[in-house]
DNA sequence: CAATAAGGTATTTTT
DNA sequence: TACCTTATTG
């Protein structure tokens, strides 16, 4: 069942090993089989078995299949989540310790920038131009992982190091913690409270990591922490599918790993020789990586179809009509199909094409293909639902002051914008939660001034809060949800403020999904609590049906080369193969060719038997049309290996 | 204060 | 081109 080099991981049980598993080695298989090896031949118990992913996907196709394996009383004793979610259950235990309550909220990127923006405007004074929030936030980041080096000598330096230490302490004071600081906090826990930390090492002996290639510095830091008791650590990845680096990853943690033993799995069982010949060939170009090569048996396999089309819309419909032709030809599902691309913006003319063209289903003329954009709005990033939320958060940690400050005036309540400048301001000066001093207003003991409507508004809003906060108390959650819409007369609101029919139907249609969504939580949950719920969501795990439902229907997959990563499709387009798109030109100077050629693999090596490529010669760019050049890439791919097409076929 | 107009901007985004 | 943020006006 498992080839020689598996086998060698999977009983490699102690020490530091390392893994280099290569694009559809079948990676996810040796982890389980690992796990599995360590319970049922080694007597390890699961509960000893700490294994960490990056997304939530990966961690429950792991627990799924290991399930599967060894049957689920064990494999629901092993602790198989994502970096995130295994800080936030450590965190809910112990971050007293830390001098926050364990009531905290965790902060999206989106409630981050926020907060980052209106720190930045009062640190600027207002007569200052603002810097763009994408530098800010790379300083930021750099500000988080330099931890006090004294380099501050430039003026964003200084800018960046004040503007962090404003952060931190806001989000404490707002008992809120963003994503990174989950993994900070937990590792200043371990490192101040070395007890804490052994028991964590006791519990968990055998530690492995999965895409261990997209760590940063400080998940690298959290694994040696975890594991340096025992010293079993088991990493994963493949450094040639290094493609985080912009966010941070560090593709030297697995490059320079200090392995007790290395195992490379090269063989591939999912694509045919031809496509792994092209991608062996362009990645081959990187002079940082750990030399390796995929192959695979069997016949060479369709030709890789190559195709430059006169613009950007005809390129579209080029994808579309080959689409279609895998459709009715190969008998392909729809959803078997990928189309690939560097940035967001190519995907507008694909899903144009996609929807005008005609085509004969079952003797019936019919217009377009079904399909799906990957990474499209997420349910729980629409208005009412972010309402909803903010809410939640406040009824749960009333300190949450960016949430709380969504919807004060939410439903409109004549609260206004300058009455709430006036009253973050003297929350700030007073240092004293907002809340405290909506309370003050709502009672009388801070005079309210001209603002007549906006304290009656607060008044309101603060009774809603307080009773809700009684009502949560006592579970059902779903009820006391049901009870707050009432309450609050959001269905009202929502026919007030939105104008089309179908739009208002729609958003309170989401609204009951919200409330249908934390009953079924609950019943799916031993201690539910609507921190819990709140949390899960924002650690991304599918709390919505629509979530649930995502990437399974028949419908042909629109996505990025990033998103397509660990995904694999019998075939796909890599659409826009044009320098400046991949490798795209502002990549350059941050990350280098290398990632994007990485990127370019990653994309070549999810298709299963047909791979085709296109570029347009002229494309749309800010509103003009621009002439292109074909990507560099294109070029590595050996001549005999493609077979160019014209655009028409 | 809200609606409207003009202007600037546009890589990727596992949690 | 299309979006989002800011400035202006009634």
Not at 185 to 191: A, D
Request: hydrophobic share 40%; proline share 4%; charged share 30%.
């Amino acid at each position: 069942m498992l080839n020689p080099a598996q086998e060698q991981a999977v009983r490699s049980t102690e020490g530091r090993l390392l893994v280099l598993a290569g694009a559809g080695s079948g990676k996810t298989r040796v982890i389980v089989h690992r796990i599995a090896h360590l319970i049922r031949e080694k007597g390890v118990s699961p509960l000893s078995i700490l294994g960490l992913t990056f997304t939530n996907k990966a961690a429950a196709e792991m627990r799924e299949r290991l399930e599967s394996l060894i049957g689920s009383a064990e494999a629901r004793q092993t602790t198989l989540s994502t970096f995130h979610s295994f800080c936030m259950q450590v965190l809910r235990k112990e971050i007293g310790r830390l001098g926050y309550t364990r009531d905290f909220t965790l902060y999206d990127e989106r409630d981050l920038e926020r907060l980052i923006k209106q720190l930045a405007r009062d640190l600027l004074g207002h007569d200052g131009e603002l810097p763009s929030l994408a530098p800010t936030r790379a300083a930021l980041s750099d500000a988080a992982n330099k931890t006090a080096s004294g380099e501050d000598h430039t003026w964003h330096d200084k800018f960046s190091k004040e503007l962090f230490g404003r952060l931190q302490s806001t989000l404490r004071a707002y008992n809120a913690v963003s994503f990174d600081n989950l993994i900070h906090l937990t590792i200043r826990l371990f490192e101040e409270h070395p007890d804490v930390l052994d028991r964590y090492q006791e519990r968990f002996r055998y530690l492995m990591i999965d895409e261990y290639q997209d760590t940063n510095p400080a998940q690298f830091r959290l694994a040696e922490l975890l594991a340096q008791k025992y010293g079993n650590l088991c990493v994963v990845g493949d450094d040639d599918q290094s493609i985080y680096g912009w966010r941070g990853a560090e593709v030297n943690h697995i490059l320079h790993f200090k392995a007790d033993r290395t195992i490379k799995l090269e063989q591939n069982y999912r694509s045919t020789p031809s496509i792994l010949d092209a991608a062996n060939a362009v990645i081959a170009r990187n002079k940082n990586r750990h030399d390796k090569k995929l192959w695979s048996e069997g016949r060479p396999g369709e030709p890789i179809e190559v195709f430059n089309a006169p613009t950007d819309a005809e390129e579209a419909e080029a994808v579309a009509a080959r689409i279609l032709r895998f459709h009715e030809k190969e008998k392909l599902k729809w959803r078997d199909i990928a189309i690939l691309y560097r940035s967001n913006a190519l995907s507008r003319s694909l899903e144009l094409a996609l929807m005008q063209i005609a085509w004969q289903k079952e003797g019936h003329w019919v217009r377009g293909i079904p399909y799906e954009v990957f990474g499209g709005l997420e349910f729980s990033e629409r208005s009412e639902i972010k309402d909803l939320f903010a809410y939640l958060r406040v009824i749960a940690n009333e300190k949450d002051e960016e949430a709380l400050l969504r919807i004060v005036n939410v439903p409109r309540r004549g609260v206004s914008d300058s009455f709430l400048d006036e009253l973050t301001q003297e929350n700030r000066s007073r240092k004293i939660p907002l809340w405290n001093l909506l309370e003050e207003i709502a009672s009388g003991k801070r005079d309210a001034g001209s603002h007549v409507r906006g304290a009656a508004g607060v008044r309101t809003f603060v009774s809603l809060i307080e009773s809700a906060k009684k009502r949560f108390a006592t579970p059902p959650l779903a009820d006391s949800l049901r009870w707050l819409l009432e309450e609050m007369q959001y269905k009202k609101a929502i026919e007030e403020e939105v104008k089309s029919d179908k739009m208002r139907l729609f958003k309170w249609e989401n609204v009951e999904e919200c409330v249908n969504a934390l009953a079924q939580y609950e019943a799916g949950s031993e201690e539910p609590s609507l921190m819990d719920f709140i949390s899960n969501s924002a650690l991304g795990k599918p709390v919505f049906p629509a979530e649930k439902k995502k990437g399974h229907e028949d419908k042909v997959q629109l996505m990025t080369l990033h998103s397509a990563k660990g995904l694999e499709f019998p075939a796909c387009f890599i659409v826009g193969l044009e320098d400046h798109i991949l490798p795209h030109e502002k990549s350059m100077a941050e990350t280098g060719v290398e990632e994007e050629r990485r990127l370019f693999y990653v994309g070549i090596t999810r298709a299963r038997k047909w791979l085709t490529l296109s570029m347009a010669r002229s494309r749309m760019r800010m509103g003009k049309a621009q002439p292109t050049n074909p990507s560099r890439f294109l070029f590595e791919i050996p001549k005999h290996l493609l077979n160019p097409t014209g655009h028409k076929i």
